[in-house]
């Protein structure tokens, strides 16, 4: 038996936003990232709505990228303070995965942060709050997932929380708020969203509930994200509602290593942080090579190749127009090939911010620790200590995976 589930109401189209003053309950605490939402307006309006919804309306404000521990601890404690029925996260995917830890140690003030990292192993949640997000970036679809990304600075590591009980129980997918992103944004998140679809597909637990909505994800980026990173705006809502999809997708269909191994690389070096969607974009091409050799695989990366009308005859023709298409895609969008050709903050570089003596000192552990990530276990191949690190440095030196 398996199991799909999305949030109970998904608002989506231009205005979205206005489902806010439909709410029923008292109090709201609103948790947002950098400012963004506040500059653009649209945190004021997300407060209007909840006031005119009757609620009493408290602000968690500062929420970082890579959210932290502490920072999730700290909410938790303004919101056992406040006692809030509805917790709102609206940003990027940072402050949606934060509120949704909080929500966590919220409910449940006994629980430590290895307790939530159980996977699918959370008590059940709504006993003091509902949860809304409300993306602004169209890449992680937090919102419709069940999980969180929450990094533990003193390890250097990001760990996923995985769990059906943090599904929002109302997504608010507003395009309006997607307008507001950066080009360089939009690429990151654009990748992450590819990644999510294409891992999706090919993952062990994939099925027919989730196969629909991971090719037409997939054939909606295609179509749609070279152009909203070149600012066509009208590209903006294809896309915030293509990430959506994505993540309904790897939500039920789970993902595989490209993830694990961005979210062990994420937080690991000295130099700064490899960008999610960036670490995705990096990894992919590798990773559907390395999984091509499972017979299975191969055959659903062929079908999506089809999908999306690469061309081709055979399977292994079919791998390859798609591994072809997706390094031109980071080409288009200014996204490094590899980890040593990436600079600080996701551009190209010449000087790469991890250096190639701190990559290789830290690659047992890093390999190590992909492959215990969530992650791994429904992707195609299982990768043994050895060939996590062969495919680690392929994505370190661009090099071709032959094992």
């Known amino acids: 038996m398996a199991r799909f589930t999305l949030p109970r109401d998904l608002y989506h189209g231009k205005g979205a936003l206005e489902a806010l003053k439909d709410f029923q309950g008292a109090k709201a605490i609103i948790c947002v990232g950098g400012g963004s939402m506040k500059r653009n307006g649209f945190l004021d309006k997300a407060v209007g709505y909840l006031q ?18 502490e920072t999730v601890m700290r909410g938790a404690e303004v919101m056992a ?38 996977v699918f192993g959370l008590p059940k949640l709504r006993t003091k709050a509902h949860f809304c997000a409300i993306p602004s970036t169209s890449g992680t679809a937090t919102e419709v997932t069940a999980f969180s990304i929450i990094t533990d600075y003193q390890k250097g590591i990001k760990y996923p929380i995985a769990d059906f009980e943090i599904t929002p129980d109302v997504a608010i997918v507003d395009p309006d708020l997607a307008e507001t992103m950066p080009a360089k944004l939009a690429a990151h998140t654009g990748m992450d969203a590819m990644t999510h679809a294409i891992e999706a597909y090919v993952s062990t637990a994939n099925c027919n509930y989730t196969d629909p909505l991971a090719l037409h994800a997939i054939q909606m ?13 009208t590209a903006r809502a294809p896309m915030h509602d293509a990430q959506c999809l994505a993540g309904m997708a790897f939500s039920n269909a789970l993902l595989g290593i490209v993830h694990s191994m961005a979210h062990k690389t994420g937080a690991a070096f000295r130099g700064g942080h490899i960008i999610h969607g960036a670490a995705n974009a990096m990894y992919l091409p590798k990773v559907i090579r390395y999984n091509s050799k499972d017979a299975a695989a191969k055959k659903r990366y062929a079908e999506i190749a089809d999908f999306i009308h690469l061309g081709g005859n055979s399977e292994d023709e079919k791998v390859d127009l798609l591994i072809q298409f997706l390094r031109q895609m980071n080409d288009d969008l200014k996204i490094p090939q590899s980890i040593q050709n990436y600079g600080e903050g996701g551009v190209i570089a010449e000087e790469p911010m991890v250096s190639e003596a701190e990559f290789l000192e830290k690659l047992p552990d890093i390999a190590a620790n992909a492959i215990l990530d969530a992650c791994t276990g429904s992707n195609p191949r299982q990768p043994s200590q050895e060939e996590m690190e062969k495919l680690l440095k392929c994505c370190y030196y661009d090099t071709e995976v032959d094992f």
């Open 52 to 69: 005119e919804a009757g609620m009493e309306v408290k602000l968690f404000e500062g929420i970082e990228p890579d959210p932290s521990v």
């Open 81 to 118: 303070e406040f006692e809030p029925d509805w917790i709102v996260a609206m940003g990027g995917g940072s402050p949606i995965d934060a509120a949704k830890a909080m929500w966590i140690k919220y409910e449940y003030p006994e629980t430590t942060f290895e307790d939530m990292c159980k």
């Open 221 to 233: 980026i295609k179509a749609n994200l070279v152009n909203s990173f070149q600012g066509d705006m």
